[in-house]
């Protein structure tokens, strides 16, 4: 034999080689999703505008820099040169009025920054 052939042999062999592999065992554990998004989430911040319902921040700060709804909630925007607010407001149940549930505050470059200061930054 010469290489070859030796080596057609082998590249041939290589191939169905891999022809003849079990595949791998599927899972029987059944598939869980994620909460759904229309679920609202668990009150877990702390500062002066959690818990308030949308006309509180409109009083606070004036028109919105945007107004957003996103699914089931609201997302408003306000804007400075200081910073950046924005408010997510859920209802606590079916029927109710939706309130301040998350706050997050950022200056204008991205870097996070206390909410309670943006506040009083924003404040008109």
Partial sequence: MTIKELLAIAAATGLLAGCT????????????TSRPLATPPRIVQNNSLVGQHANAALSLFGKPRLDVAEGAGRKLQFAGAACILDI??????????????????RTPDGRDTNVDSCVSALRR
């Fill in 88 to 105: 997510y407001y859920y209802a606590p149940k079916a029927g109710a009025d939706a309130i301040a549930t998350h706050v997050d505050a």
């Fill in 21 to 32: 592999a079990t595949p791998p065992p599927r899972s029987t554990q059944p598939v869980t």
